[in-house]
Structure formats: C-alpha cells, structure tokens
C-alpha cells in the first residue's frame, strides 16, 4: 500500500490548494479574474520545466530517489502557502509549488507499473485523495481558508513518510538523450489529445471553485463537488478501466469529456452540477487511465514518457488560462470558456482518431539496458 498511499496524499493535497487558491486570491487578497489566470499559468509552466526534467532524471538515477526529493520539496513548498498574505507572496509560492509537484510524478508511476501495479488502480488512488483531501480541506476552511492549506502540507508530509518505505525494486538504468525525439514521436497522439483537451478544460478549471459559488456553492458545498466528482473516477478506475485497450480509453474519455461540457454549460444551480461530476469522473478515468496506460505499455523509458506525458497536463495548465483571457478580452464569460471547452475536447478525439490509426499498444522491447537494483547510493551510475 505505500505507493498508493503516496498517489493519495500527494493527491489530496494538490487538490485542496487548487480548489481554494482562487478564492484566497479573489476573495481574500483582491485579485482579479486575469490576475488568478495569470498566476495559474505560472505555476504549470513551473510544473511544466520539473515534470520535463525530472521525468527524464527518473530513468537515469532511479524512481526512488527522484520521487523521495519532489516529494520532500512539495511538503516545504505548500507549507509555504500558509504564510501567503499577500498577492505577490502568493503569486511566488504557487510558482515554487508548480515547480516541485512536477518533480514526482514520472518517477511513481514508472515505479507504481514496474511494482505490476495495474494503472487503474494506481490513478484511482489519486482520485481517491483528491475526494477525501478536498472534503476535509472545505470543512477547515469554513473556520479560516489558510486552513485548507495547512492540510495540503499535511498530506503532503504523510506522503514523505511513506516514500521512506518504498522497497528497492529491479529497475532498467537507462541512456535518455536531453531531449527524448523518439519518445516523443512514439507516444505523440496520446500527447496531442491530452494537451488539446486538457488545455481547453483548464480554461474551465481556472475559475472552476468561481463558478460553483455563482451558482449557489459555499466552501463546504464545493468540497462536496469535488469529492463527488472524486468518488466516480474511484468507482469508474477500479471497476472499468482496467479491461479496456488504452486508445479505446483514450477514444471514450475525449467524447465523455465534450459531453461533460455541455451538461455543465447547461446546468442551472449548484445541485445540477453534481450530476455532472459523475460523468466527468467517467471522462477523466477513462482518459487519464488510457493514457497512462499508452505510456507505461509502450516504453521502456517510463518515467520519461509519463514525465512527458505530466508535462502535457502541466502546459495545459498555462495554455487554458491564456484561452479563458482571450475570451474574457473578447467579452465572453464563464459560459463561453465551457462551451469552448466542449467543442476542444470533440475535436481532440477526432485528432486522435486519425492519429493513432495505425498505432498498437504494445511494449517496446529495450535497446542499451541494463537492469540494477535500485539503491540510493548509486546515484548517477549504471547508465549504459
């Protein structure tokens, strides 16, 4: 259990800060709307640069000891976000957050697939952390949002512990190039739909804990939106996802996810949306689980391709905010950023569709491999 307890703290904690940041920033410290975007695209650009290259430093120096530092270093860093009394201090730590959540991410699930992990499951841990993460982070804010913060670290700190535990386990010391082509050009259509996607529907979740209180949510009903969306990607990722070839995953998560959209544009209050989180869960389950599946399958280098693959999810983080701007500069609203969305998400499945026609899902032998024993004292050497 401890790698699924590392994917559910870290994910409890991520979560809690990224469903209160924005109402810290508005409510709190003043911010306005391009302000919060702009924040929200520094910290993925953060995220994006660690997952990039630490994904890569997860196969040269060995899952756990890339996995124990992201790990230790996100702990301090959301630590950090208690003392953020300011807009300019806040704006600063998110930056620091973005960039140390990205360290980690790549190294676990190279880890999580080696330990014969199914990849449903390891994700739905993380979903399970964020429901449970965010529940308990929404109570602690109706009594002082920084709470909700406090907790973040929390997570974070029981996550380090249990990357302390992580046995040693057979892993293949890889020769990755700086910058991965081959990679890249393997696994490119799962990454290409992910980035449109995901891109467009970070435009949504920019001013997502917004939206739920213009239709009525207080801190506490948020928590319980999040939760619920939360509860049905656990559901749908230890039940579902595991049966399926990931490029039908990818395929069904990318429709679900337009469908999404437009259930959400048309919802009317607070209650509505709940609904709408269910069929969510099942868009994101399907789409993350296939494409982490697409990445751990096909390569022998996994902690780069899922670095890779976080580092897709991490600029569409900085793109999705860029798209909610222009739309706000364009005299759009809330509206329109979820109808964009829907109309994003339908296009990326087409793109994967005709992109991924004559790509199987099958494990790529290695080539230049030598398999070690993981140990921390052996930091830098047994590349071949």
């Not at 993925?44 to 997860?58: K, L, M, N, P, V």
């Amino acid at each position: 259990m401890r790698t699924e307890i590392i994917q559910m703290m870290a994910g409890a904690a991520i979560l809690s800060a990224i469903t209160y940041i924005p109402i810290l920033a508005r409510d709190h410290l003043g911010a306005d709307d391009l302000y919060i975007a702009f924040m929200v695209s520094a910290y993925a650009t953060a995220s994006f640069f660690s997952s990039y290259i630490f994904g890569r430093a997860g196969d040269i120096y060995g899952r756990r000891i890339i996995l124990r530092i992201g790990i230790l270093l996100s702990t301090l860093s959301f630590g950090l976000i208690v003392l953020s009394s300011t807009l300019e201090i806040l704006f600063i730590v998110r930056v620091l957050n973005g960039f140390c959540i990205g360290i980690y991410p790549g190294a676990l699930a190279a880890f999580a697939y080696e330990s014969k992990m199914k990849m449903g499951r390891f994700a739905s841990f993380g979903a399970l952390g964020w429901g449970f993460g965010t529940v308990l982070a929404g109570y602690a804010a109706g009594f002082n949002i920084y709470y909700a913060f406090l907790f973040s670290a929390l997570f974070f700190l029981f996550a380090f512990a249990s990357a302390f535990t992580l046995p040693k386990i057979e892993v293949h010391s890889i020769k990755v190039p700086l910058f991965p082509i081959e990679t890249f050009k393997r696994n490119y259509p799962v990454y290409l739909a992910v980035l449109i996607r995901h891109s467009s529907a970070f435009a949504v979740w920019t001013y997502w804990p917004l939206i739920l209180s213009n239709l009525g949510g207080d801190l506490g009903i948020i928590g319980l939106v999040q939760a619920t969306n939360s509860l049905a990607q656990v559901i749908f990722m230890l039940g579902l996802t595991d049966r399926f070839d990931c490029s039908k995953l990818v395929a069904t998560g990318l429709v679900a996810s337009s469908m999404t959209f437009v259930w959400i544009g048309m919802a009317q209050n607070i209650i509505e949306i709940f609904t709408a989180q269910v069929l969510l869960g099942f868009a994101w389950a399907c789409l993350y689980v296939g494409a982490l599946k697409y990445v751990t399958e096909r390569n022998t280098e996994r902690a780069t391709a899922s670095g890779l693959l976080q580092s897709m999810l991490a600029i569409s983080g900085v793109v999705g905010p860029i798209y909610a701007a222009i739309i706000f500069t364009l005299g759009g609203n809330y509206y329109t950023v979820i109808f964009f969305a829907a109309f994003m998400a339908f296009l990326s499945f087409l793109i994967f569709s005709i992109t991924n026609r004559n790509v199987e899902c099958a494990l790529i032998e290695p080539k230049q491999v030598e398999v070690v024993m993981e140990d921390d004292s052996a930091l830098g050497e047994g590349c071949t």
